[in-house]
Structures are given as C-alpha cells and as structure tokens.
C-alpha cells in the first residue's frame, strides 16, 4: 500500500480563550532563528527510548520532534522542538500532546489511534502553544513509532509562521489586483494571457476568461505588440497610448504599462501590463481642443471684420469719387481705378484664405498696441493649406 497516498489531514483551530492573544506585529517576530548545527549534532540527551544512534538520529532532526504515547503522553524531545516551544526538555516531558497544540482534545487523540491503527499518516494544521502561552502556526506530521514493542506517536512539528504570513500578503495582493479599476494583464513571452482580472474583460467587453487569448486579440492594430515585446526581452519598461478592440463595439483609448515579469533567479519568464481606460480624458480634450476652436473663432470675428473692412472702404470711397470725376479728369479717373482694382484684389485674396483655412488664431492688429478685451485690437492669422 502507499501509505503517502493515505494521508489524513487534520486542521485545528487554535483555542483562543486559554492561550495569549497576538497582534500581527508581534506574530511577525515569533519564528525563531535557525539553531546552529554543533548545537543539533551535540544535543545528546539521555532517554529511555531507542539506541544511542536512534537518539542522535533524532536529535539532529531539523524539524522540532516529540514521541507521546498512544494517550498524548510526551516521552522524548528534541532540541529543536525545545527551542520552538520554549520549555526544557524536562518540562516538556511533563506535557501533553494536547497542551502543546491549542484547540486539541481526547477525541483528536482518538482520532490519531484511528488513522495510525490504519496505516495513515497524519497531517495537523494547527497552533502550539509556547511555555508563555504565545501561538504559532504549526504543520505537524504524526508518523506511527514502535520502540521494544510500544507503539508511539512521533510528530514532526515545523514552524510556518512565515508561510502563513506569506501567504495572507499574497492573498491580499490577489485581491488587491482582482479588484483594481486598471486591467492588468500577466502574460508569458509569447504574449499569450495567463491571467487577467475582472477590470481587463469588462474592458474588452469579455464576460468569460481571458486566459489562453493573445495579448494581440486585445489590440486593433499589429504594431503595438511587438513594440511591447522588443522592450520587455530587452529588459525594459513600456508605455503608450493605443486603441483596445472590445467584443461587439467600438474601440477604446487605452494607456499600456508593460514591465518585465521574473522568477525567483531574476529569469525572465514574461510580461506584466496594466491597461487604464482614457476614453474620457481623450474625450475632453476633444471637446476642450473643440471649444477653443470656437472661442478663437468667436473672438477673431470682429477681427475679421476689421481686417475685410479696410479694403472694402478704399473700394467704396474710389467709386463714390469716380461718379464725381469728370470725364475730362482722365488721370484722376485711373488713379482711383487703380486704387479700386488694389483694394478688390486686396479683398479677393483675404476671402481666398478665410476658404482655405485650417487653422484660427488672431494675432495683434499692430505690434505692442494689442488691448485686452477688444476684438477689434486684434486681426485673425490665418494658416492655409
């Protein structure tokens, strides 16, 4: 039989009421350091139980060690299990199983005999309880022992205080990132998606997972993706604004920030992005781009006006005077038909750019005397194509 395959597992939830409540901080400081070798090779104690190769055997054990009987009863510790729980040896011969893990009882003890009785391991999530009443997260594995005869519990008891720890700020990350207004986007170097949290698919407009898609599926143009990804092999950061296709709409503004994503030995394994909808911000500042439009257009047209003005009173006053001239006045007469046909192509040039215009600005009717507040002080400068 694999008796690995007949593992039992057990979780204990520790027993609040009789044992020294702690805070985050101070949980964070209770795994001890690691006891030094010479101290494991040399912790020979005398004990009853097994031969002296057997005792230095279990005394080296990494793991903190105990042998109870088949009642709970401590018979022998090592010295990593005296470090963990802060007794002497002698004092911890003087325990039982069920003082040492907070929330145990007989019926867990019974429990024990039932699994090893059928050839089970066991598995214990659980508290010990230290000599000053202080909790830490143990994972304890209860192995049948027999000595001359005499069937024991032998439990290995490792401290997972930094496990546990570890895993609560992964747990909080995960949420922090599921829940995050910003897609984010974990992807490996081929661009296909290992992950994607709720922000990304509303994003895409997706109701189901994104992972096994290609980043490329998320983008409208073909371009951006291999920008992305020439910069993330080349160990850089990457930003810019592109277009996001979403399912059955029209596109969205997006702002993409890709970094590198390593292992633990700083290989590089893929890509992290996170994708901000500006849809928004691009929208206000059309509308923002749109009113200026407007207000320097309102603001040039009495410019305008002005700048039309000037030559259209040269032409009027030259034909009003040209009624007047006599027929024999001949140079009078061309003179002031000059003057018209100037002014008329004056005219006709300015209205030939206000058609091809492309771009309104006003600029001051004469250098230095631009007066706030007036239109009039102002002439539109007009840029054509």
Request: glycine share 6%; net charge negative; hydrophobic share 35%.
């Given at each position: 039989?694999?008796?690995?395959?007949?593992?039992?597992?057990?979780?204990?939830?520790?027993?609040?009421?009789?044992?020294?409540?702690?805070?985050?901080?101070?949980?964070?400081v209770q795994p001890q350091p690691d006891?030094?070798?010479?101290?494991?090779?040399?912790?020979?104690?005398?004990?009853?139980?097994?031969?002296?190769?057997?005792?230095?055997?279990?005394?080296?054990?990494?793991?903190?060690?105990?042998?109870?009987?088949?009642?709970?009863?401590?018979?022998?510790?090592?010295?990593?299990?005296?470090?963990?729980?802060?007794?002497?040896?002698?004092?911890?011969?003087?325990?039982?199983?069920?003082?040492?893990?907070?929330?145990?009882?007989?019926?867990?003890?019974?429990?024990?005999?039932?699994?090893?009785?059928?050839?089970?391991?066991?598995?214990?999530?659980?508290?010990?309880?230290?000599?000053?009443?202080?909790?830490?997260?143990?994972?304890?594995?209860?192995?049948?022992?027999?000595?001359?005869?005499?069937?024991?519990?032998?439990?290995?008891?490792?401290?997972?205080?930094?496990?546990?720890?570890?895993?609560?700020?992964?747990?909080?990350?995960?949420?922090?990132?599921?829940?995050?207004?910003?897609?984010?986007?974990?992807?490996?170097?081929?661009?296909?998606?290992?992950?994607?949290?709720?922000?990304?698919?509303?994003?895409?407009?997706?109701?189901?997972?994104l992972s096994e898609r290609h980043i490329?599926?998320?983008?409208?143009?073909?371009?951006?993706?291999?920008?992305?990804?020439?910069?993330?092999?080349?160990?850089?950061?990457?930003?810019?604004?592109?277009?996001?296709?979403?399912?059955?709409?029209?596109?969205?503004?997006?702002?993409?920030?890709?970094?590198?994503?390593?292992?633990?030995?700083?290989?590089?394994?893929?890509?992290?992005?996170?994708?901000?909808?500006?849809?928004?911000?691009?929208?206000?500042?059309?509308?923002?781009?749109?009113?200026?439009?407007?207000?320097?257009?309102?603001?040039?047209?009495?410019?305008?006006?002005?700048?039309?003005?000037?030559?259209?009173?040269?032409?009027?006053?030259?034909?009003?005077?040209?009624m007047r001239v006599k027929d024999t006045?001949?140079?009078?007469?061309?003179?002031?038909?000059?003057?018209?046909?100037?002014?008329?192509?004056?005219?006709?040039?300015?209205?030939?750019?206000?058609?091809?215009?492309?771009?309104?600005?006003?600029?001051?009717?004469?250098?230095?005397?631009?007066?706030?507040?007036?239109?009039?002080?102002?002439?539109?400068?007009?840029?054509?194509?």
């Amino acid at each position: 039989m694999n008796r690995s395959s007949q593992t039992m597992r057990i979780d204990i939830p520790p027993d609040l009421k009789t044992v020294k409540r702690l805070t985050k901080t101070q949980n964070r400081v209770q795994p001890q350091p690691d006891i030094p070798p010479q101290v494991l090779s040399h912790g020979k104690t005398k004990s009853s139980l097994g031969d002296p190769d057997f005792q230095e055997l279990f005394q080296s054990v990494y793991d903190g060690a105990i042998i109870s009987t088949m009642t709970g009863k401590i018979v022998d510790a090592n010295v990593r299990a005296t470090s963990f729980l802060k007794f002497s040896r002698d004092e911890l011969l003087a325990q039982n199983l069920t003082d040492i893990i907070s929330g145990a009882s007989n019926s867990t003890l019974t429990t024990l005999q039932t699994c090893i009785k059928k050839d089970r391991f066991v598995l214990i999530q659980a508290y010990c309880a230290r000599k000053d009443k202080a909790l830490f997260p143990v994972e304890i594995a209860v192995n049948p022992l027999t000595v001359g005869g005499t069937e024991y519990f032998c439990c290995f008891i490792r401290d997972i205080t930094w496990r546990e720890q570890t895993e609560e700020i992964l747990k909080t990350i995960h949420t922090a990132i599921q829940n995050a207004a910003t897609g984010i986007v974990i992807a490996d170097l081929n661009g296909q998606i290992d992950y994607a949290n709720q922000a990304t698919g509303q994003l895409c407009g997706e109701s189901k997972s994104l992972s096994e898609r290609h980043i490329q599926d998320l983008l409208t143009d073909s371009l951006t993706f291999p920008a992305i990804l020439g910069a993330i092999k080349a160990g850089l950061n990457w930003s810019g604004e592109v277009l996001m296709s979403r399912k059955n709409s029209t596109p969205i503004h997006v702002q993409i920030a890709a970094a590198p994503n390593r292992n633990a030995n700083e290989e590089l394994t893929g890509m992290i992005l996170s994708f901000l909808d500006i849809s928004d911000r691009i929208r206000a500042q059309e509308a923002e781009k749109q009113s200026e439009r407007q207000n320097v257009m309102m603001q040039s047209l009495g410019a305008a006006c002005h700048h039309l003005g000037q030559p259209a009173t040269v032409l009027m006053a030259s034909l009003e005077l040209m009624m007047r001239v006599k027929d024999t006045d001949k140079a009078m007469g061309e003179e002031l038909l000059a003057s018209s046909i100037e002014a008329a192509e004056s005219l006709r040039k300015m209205l030939h750019n206000l058609n091809d215009i492309t771009e309104y600005k006003t600029t001051s009717y004469i250098d230095g005397q631009d007066e706030p507040g007036r239109a009039e002080s102002r002439i539109l400068d007009v840029t054509t194509h």
